[in-house]
């Protein structure tokens, strides 16, 4: 017998999100994630992965998760500090801290776990945290869990920052303050003012918190926002994402070593849940070795960024302000947003539409992520869809 009451919750809310436009369908993909993805039987050219580089489906990543099931076993066995930790953890979390030019990294199980780790490790009832208003969704639910006071300010405002910052230190009522960021904002594709927000730092000697889950493999020659503005030594938590562009599973913070050592001891997502399994840590370590070595795969994901860009501009889509490949299309009402997106598919374009709640009501968009293993030719059929369904749909 399942609760009378849960049961209408459910159903209320979900007739009323189906109705509005907001309820998402999630498609199945048949096979693996690349830059032609199969789902329903259907060959489609995908723009809708954060597979930046195209290293999720890398022979060499793929040697190596294989080497390291055969070494090591399927799974890591015990929570980090029980006996969990192996060799190839402590390997990955080097060479992070190698590509990233800090002391040290704490590797975890995914990005959103570590920032529901990392920022509740630090801060709690006692201190108050500056958050951009369009941070993402598990900066906001770290942010939650610490239960410091949470004051939001406008979108890449810097002068709204200082003011909050200004307002939270005369306060005198907290005792650690925290400015928290997307290095790259993963909707619009802009990136945060990181030089201003650490000047503004310093000025109020505010703890910073960069979480550069989009900027990693993409910015700064692969090392992300905090280096792309030369900043290593101004950022006390560089957070970054082993899903991306590195095209695994895992989160990380880069920091300095009494940083580390403490995360090591207090964030609880560490202390309580198994670590990465060894193909994983084997995986992205391989990544990381790939983009220290050449920026081959970076330089040609901006050349697909920017082609792919400029094509969608000179059809006149508006793409927004994006400074990253990142590009969105905005359509602006949420079922033309869907609309639009269901006809790329059915013409053989896989390009999801992004709505509210996770973009602000009327801002309804489809997002494209290009990725450094597009062909010109794949980018080139994608444009000509783009421009049939816009005519279409008098969009353009
Ligand atoms: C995707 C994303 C995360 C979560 O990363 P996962 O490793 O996929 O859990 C965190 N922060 C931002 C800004 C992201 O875009």
């Not at 040697?63 to 076993?73: C, E, F, P, T, Y």
Request: proline share 3%; with cysteine; hydrophobic share 40%.
């Amino acid at each position: 017998m399942s609760s009378k009451t849960l049961d209408k919750f459910l159903n209320d809310n979900l007739a009323e999100l189906k109705a509005n436009g907001l309820y998402n369908e999630i498609d199945p993909v048949q096979g693996a994630n690349g830059p032609i993805i199969h789902i329903n039987g259907k060959n489609l050219i995908n723009l809708s992965s954060n597979n930046y580089l195209g290293l999720a489906t890398d022979e060499r990543l793929k040697q190596v998760a294989k080497d390291a099931v055969d070494s090591h076993g399927a799974g890591a066995g015990a929570v980090r500090t029980i006996n969990g930790t192996l060799d190839l953890h402590i390997e990955l979390e080097k060479k992070l801290a190698e590509f990233k030019g800090t002391e040290a990294v704490i590797s975890y199980q995914s990005g959103f776990n570590c920032n529901m780790a990392a920022i509740s490790a630090v801060m709690d009832k006692h201190d108050a945290i500056l958050s951009d208003e369009l941070n993402h969704a598990s900066i906001i639910d770290g942010c939650r869990l610490s239960k410091a006071k949470i004051i939001r300010f406008a979108h890449s405002d810097m002068d709204d920052l200082r003011l909050k910052a200004k307002e939270a230190v005369e306060s005198g009522q907290y005792n650690k303050i925290m400015v928290i960021t997307d290095g790259v904002f993963s909707m619009d594709g802009d990136i945060a003012k990181l030089p201003e927000i650490v000047e503004i730092a310093e000025e109020f000697d505010l703890i910073t918190y960069v979480d550069d889950a989009h900027g990693s493999g993409v910015l700064g020659k692969g090392a992300g926002t905090v280096k792309h503005f030369g900043l290593q030594d101004k950022v006390d938590f560089q957070m970054g994402t082993l899903s991306k562009a590195i095209g695994v599973i895992g989160g990380y913070v880069a920091g300095k070593a009494n940083l580390i050592d403490w995360l090591k001891v207090r964030s609880r997502p560490f202390l309580f849940s198994t670590a990465v399994s060894p193909a994983d840590a084997a995986a992205s370590k391989k990544a990381i070795e790939i983009l220290m070595e050449s920026t081959e795969l970076h330089d040609k994901l901006w050349e697909n960024g920017n082609y792919l860009k400029d094509g969608l501009k000179k059809l006149g889509f508006d793409i927004g302000n994006s400074e990253t490949p990142i590009t969105p299309c905005i359509i602006g009402e949420e079922k033309a947003a869907q609309e639009f997106s269901k006809r790329l598919f059915e013409e053989g374009v896989y390009a999801k539409s992004i709505v509210f709640p996770t973009v602000p009501r009327g801002t309804g968009r489809v997002r494209n992520m290009p990725t450094a293993a597009h062909t010109k030719e794949m980018l080139d059929e994608a444009i000509q869809v783009y421009e049939k369904v816009g005519k279409e749909m008098g969009l353009i």
